[in-house]
């Protein structure tokens, strides 16, 4: 019978394998903290804010224009995020939100003129909700200062203003969303304030081509009579209304109808932007 003989491993060589491991394990960390410390972000999650200013037929109150918007001076937030692909190529992705309000009395004017009737206009805003994704370029300047190009297509929703249209026998009200395809083009700089927050500026055009179709359409008759308050010839300059096809004998009272008509308005703006952002 043989004895068993336990082998008992050198102490010597025990300690020098565990400072082995010890240092290894310090190196390991070393780099990974290193890394995180001096890598260069490619990631920017900002928030902006800014004012969205009308162009072309969008903003226009003229009367004889049917594609005028009537739309004022209004307001924009932008939620975005970017990611760079290479040192001057990036992808990005934009979630807006805009509002334009509305003016509404040189039609209150010309509506008047031309029926002889005394008309009160009011009116909300006009809003939308936009999804874009696109590209960037950006042309850096300094280590921290770079100018950036933007160009993005996407999907908004766009809701037209509630119209009420007034006077002392008559009563109309208009309510219309609907979606369309939209772009953006712009440009802007961007500075590095630290390794993690950056500010921006942006400048750019947007264009939304929206078709509205069975608006909701209310014509209530305040009193007995029996008229219609807008002859077929009547331009008011606002779409909702001239698109009505209304009879000389019209004798609707407080019931819902031409639910029906539809027009077409161009949402363009240039909008002014400025925000803060996150890097990592």
């Known amino acids: 019978m043989f004895n068993k003989t336990t082998v008992q491993p050198n102490t010597k060589s025990k300690k020098i394998l565990y400072s082995m491991k010890k240092y290894i394990a310090l190196l390991l960390v070393s780099g990974v903290v290193a890394s995180a410390a001096y890598a260069q972000p490619n ?9 969205a200013s009308p162009y072309s037929h969008f903003g226009s109150t003229d009367v004889k224009n049917p594609l005028s918007g009537s739309a004022k001076l209004g307001a924009t937030l932008d939620i975005s995020y970017q990611y760079k692909i290479t040192k001057l190529l990036g992808i990005a992705g934009l979630l807006r939100t805009q509002m334009n309000g509305t003016s509404t009395d040189a039609q209150a004017t010309n509506l008047k003129t031309q029926t002889g009737i005394n008309w009160n206009l009011e009116s909300s805003s006009w809003l939308s909700g936009s999804a874009l994704v696109g590209f960037t370029f950006g042309i850096p300047i300094t280590e921290n200062f770079s100018i950036e190009t ?5 999907y908004s929703r766009i809701a037209a203003p509630d119209v009420t249209a007034s006077s002392d026998s008559f009563s109309f009200e208009f309510k219309s969303a609907t979606g369309a395809f939209s772009y953006l083009l ?5 500075y590095n304030l630290s390794e993690r927050l950056c500010v921006m500026a942006n400048v750019d055009y947007f ?3 929206a078709e509205f179709s069975n608006m909701d359409v ?10 219609n308050p807008l002859s077929p010839n009547v331009n008011t300059g606002l779409p909702l209304i001239d698109n009505l096809p209304l009879t000389n004998n019209s004798t609707i009272r407080d019931k819902r109808e031409l639910e029906n008509r539809s027009f077409t308005q161009s949402i363009e703006t240039l909008n002014f932007t400025v925000g803060v952002g996150l890097r990592f």
Do not use: C, W, Y
């Open 207 to 209: 264009n939304a081509q």
């Open 43 to 51: 990631s920017t999650l900002s928030i902006s804010l800014g004012a």
């Open 150 to 154: 933007r160009a993005m297509s996407g």
């Open 218 to 227: 209310t014509l209530k008759h305040r009193t007995n009579a029996s008229i």
């Open 186 to 190: 712009g440009g802007g700089f961007r």
